[in-house]
């Protein structure tokens, strides 16, 4: 089977591709941390069909099946009856998946740690931005900020659950985090945030302080590698609650009379 695809009516081979753009060849020089989910799945599928890339059989595989959790879920008997899947293939991803959720299982201690909005980006953007539909997930944080559990709160438009705040910090007090970060995607695959995004941040913010939890951060997943926005990054005035605009404000105003006492002090002794 060959490595073709088609794209805009022209053949596409993977071996055509500049070899800094071919998934064995990052794979070789960067490690597999820098792939995608579709690179790495395309390494596995090993060929295409004459119609599609490896690689582009790769990126369909994951927008059909609404990511790689899904895709890991899906019957050895639903994908040998996708296209340019045959039972070879199926047996290939199946294995590969499960040898995953293996070691994960076997380590559990060993879980990520959050330092930027990157971090974020690279554990769900492969799942997040094939998705048709937007998805709102939460990561909770313990202490040192590593990673207590990643879930799919809401699937559909992220407006609606401005109204759902107490289902969505649920989790996060059961589970004692100290602090979430919100991710969701853009179906369009632009990830500059809208004025919904932007309200739901500045509201669960609210929320959260109110509970104790933090929320840490709101991540915008777009589509292709690398295109995410950290909201907090950006719109850092958005995180900021009325208990720390007060605090702010008490600071502010002890710092001015402590400058106005001074200024006295320089009076008195100028006129003494």
Do not use: W
């Not at 792939?35 to 004459?50: H, K, M």
């Not at 971090?119 to 998705?131: G, I, K, W, Y």
């Not at 990054?233 to 208990?243: D, G, I, M, N, Y």
Request: glycine content about 8%; charged content about 25%; overall charge neutral.
């Amino acid at each position: 089977m060959s490595e073709a695809g088609t794209l805009g009516g022209s053949c596409t081979l993977i071996r055509d591709l500049p070899s800094g753009e071919r998934p064995r060849e990052r794979l070789a020089k960067y490690g597999p941390g820098v792939l995608s989910a579709s690179e790495l799945l395309a390494i596995l599928l090993r060929t295409g069909s004459a119609r599609e890339s490896a690689l582009a059989l790769a990126s369909r595989l994951l927008a059909r099946r609404g990511g790689l959790v899904e895709l890991a879920r899906t019957p050895f008997a639903a994908l040998v009856e996708e296209r340019g899947l045959g039972e070879a293939k199926a047996c290939q991803l199946l294995a590969a998946l499960e040898l995953g959720r293996r070691v994960a299982a076997a380590a559990p201690e060993e879980r990520p740690l959050i330092t930027h909005a990157s971090d974020v980006a690279r554990l769900l953007q492969p799942e997040m931005a094939p998705l048709e539909q937007e998805s709102l997930r939460v990561v909770l944080l313990d202490t040192r900020c590593r990673v207590i559990s990643m879930h799919e709160v809401y699937r559909g438009t992220v407006r609606v659950t401005v109204t759902r705040a107490a289902e969505l910090f649920r989790e996060a007090v059961l589970r004692n985090a100290t602090s979430i970060i919100l991710v969701h995607n853009h179906p369009s695959g632009d990830p500059a945030p809208s004025v919904e995004d932007m309200r739901l941040t500045k509201d669960l913010a609210e929320a959260g302080a109110a509970l104790d939890v933090e929320l840490l951060d709101h991540v915008v997943i777009g589509f292709g590698e690398g295109r995410f926005v950290s909201m907090k990054e950006r719109l850092p005035s958005l995180f900021k609650t009325a208990r720390q605009r007060r605090r702010e404000n008490t600071s502010d105003a002890e710092t001015d009379a402590e400058g106005g006492r001074e200024d006295v002090a320089v009076t008195l002794v100028a006129a003494s």
